[in-house]
């Protein structure tokens, strides 16, 4: 049996670069469309046939219109390619209008590995089968992510209890419902494939403009122990920073997104 993620991220070649594919209505957010980080994995996926190297390294992408539902067409571009890491482009547009721009660094992973040194602690979780499922008891009509994607966390937030509490951070489980297991693709849609941390404070849901995503190493299997937090709020604006802990306790991806706060 095939995974959602893959066949929904499927990606089908055409001409000089140009991929389609069909963006789905099974990972909707907050705002009723699909994530951003959903179209920006179907991206990864159409430029990852284009590169020399396996992994995707490091992303930096610009979400310029929401994702819709429908067809879609991807433009690849491999910029350079070097002995341990290469570089590339893609564009998502839908009927005429480009969605998404990305850059990405792709690289062999395994060969980037060796010795580790952290100076930031990991999550301190109890086992995800210690831990309560947040979302048991709630149905949100629209949000067909989280029939995806699921989670586990030590008490359900206070913002889906109604009392929204005074600090913009969580620290949580997450993995693909379906038995997917993590790898550097998927980890290129999950580090925003979560509630904006602004709903902890009680503040209406953001819309991402710019992300950067690293992805450090590929991650083994199960579930992954993760850390989101905003630590500044200027205006419309605030930043939300995602750390990504594999189930052996590697670090495994970091990201970085600015975000527009709706009114």
């Known amino acids: 049996m095939g995974h959602f993620f893959d066949s929904d991220t499927e ?4 001409a ?9 209505d ?13 179209g920006l994995a ?4 159409a430029l990852a046939r284009q590169m020399p190297h396996s992994d995707p390294l490091s992303v930096s992408a610009y979400f310029l219109r929401p994702i819709e539902v429908g067809p879609a067409e991807t433009r690849t571009e491999l910029v350079r390619k070097g002995r341990r890491m290469s570089f590339g482009q893609v564009t998502l547009s839908q009927g005429g209008e480009e969605k998404l721009r990305a850059v990405a660094a792709f690289a062999d992973l395994p060969d980037l590995d060796g010795p580790a040194s952290s100076f930031g602690d990991a999550p301190q979780l109890p ?3 210690e831990c309560v499922d947040p979302l048991a008891d709630l149905a949100i009509p629209g949000i067909t992510l989280l029939d995806r ?9 206070g913002w889906l209890r109604g009392e929204p509490g005074t600090s913009p951070t969580r620290d949580f489980w997450m993995r693909l419902r379906d038995g997917r297991e993590p790898d550097p693709l ?5 580090w925003d494939a979560m509630s904006p941390m602004v709903l902890e404070i009680g503040r209406a849901p953001s819309t991402t403009l710019e992300a950067a995503i690293h992805i450090r190493r590929r991650p083994a299997p199960g579930w992954l122990a993760c850390r989101a937090a905003t630590r500044h709020i200027t205006g419309s604006l605030c930043e939300e920073d995602m750390g990504i802990w594999d189930s052996t306790g590697n670090l495994v991806a970091q990201s970085r997104q600015l975000t527009l706060l709706t009114p």
Do not use: C, K, Q
Not at 16 to 24: K, L, Q, V
Not at 152 to 157: D, F, G, I, K, M
């Open 11 to 14: 990606v089908t070649p055409g």
């Open 16 to 24: 000089d670069g140009i991929y389609n594919a069909e963006i789905t």
């Open 26 to 38: 099974r990972w909707t957010g907050l705002h009723g469309r699909p994530l951003g980080s959903y």
């Open 42 to 45: 179907v991206g990864m996926r």
């Open 127 to 129: 086992p995800p089968d």
């Open 149 to 157: 994607v699921e989670y586990r966390t030590t008490e359900v937030p």
């Open 186 to 190: 998927a980890l290129t849609f999950l």
